[in-house]
Every structure is written in C-alpha cells, then in structure tokens.
C-alpha cells in the first residue's frame, strides 16, 4: 500500500517555472514507477510524464517535451516534476499515480494502481 501526496502547485505567470513534489509514505517506494497526470476543467486526464521504478527511464508527452522533467529520490520517498517555460494551456489539476514495478512507458490512467489528491497549477497570460 503506497499513499501519494502532491504539493508545489500554484498561480505563476505564462513562461515561468514550478517544481511539484509527490511524496509517498508505505513501503519499497523504490519499486514502483510512478506518473504525472493531469485534468484541466471539463476535460478529460491526461499523462504528463513517467519515471520507471529503477529511476533510469523517463518519458514525456509531446506537449510538454524539452519543458517538464521528472526525477526521484527514493531515499526522500519523493518523486519530483520540474515545470519550465510554463504555458496557459498547462493550467490544470496535477495527479501523482504509481504502480509496482512499473516503467516509463506507463501513459494510461488505468496502468496505476495508486493515486494523490493533486494540485493545482494556474498559469496567467
């Protein structure tokens, strides 16, 4: 049983950069690939990014390549969503998701067996 909880979020104006975190509390964290999603208002989630379970595999959707990067630190039980060069179009909830042994080519809602609240990022124009 892992339990995830985002922090980071925020309002910051088109063109600046956040860093989310997800923390998670259960044991061997370190064995489960975990994912970034998110839902903007009256649409449906989508996948962010992933980090395989070993931590040396990313990946990324097109929308947000070369902008957002995803790191881990199993000894903080933390996985991290660096955000730069932000755009309008990123305002949404963002969700933490993790799955045992899973690896970064995990891009469906349903591949992850667990999940935070989220938190909300906001970018201005």
């Known amino acids: 049983q892992v339990q995830l909880v985002e922090s980071g979020g925020g309002l910051v104006q088109a063109g600046g950069s956040l860093r989310l975190s997800c923390a998670a509390s259960?044991?061997?964290?370190?064995?489960?690939?975990v994912g970034w999603f998110r839902q903007a208002p009256g649409k449906e989630r989508e996948f962010v990014a992933a980090i395989s379970w070993t931590g040396g595999s990313t990946s990324s959707a097109p929308s947000v390549e070369g902008r957002f990067t995803m790191s881990r630190d199993n000894a903080k039980n933390t996985v991290y969503l660096q955000m730069n060069i932000l755009k309008p179009e990123d305002t949404a909830a963002y969700y933490c998701a993790a799955v045992r042994y899973g690896n970064e080519w995990r891009k469906v809602v349903g591949q992850y067996s667990y999940w935070g609240q989220g938190t909300q990022v906001t970018v201005s124009s």
């Open positions: 259960g044991r061997d964290f370190s064995t489960y690939g």
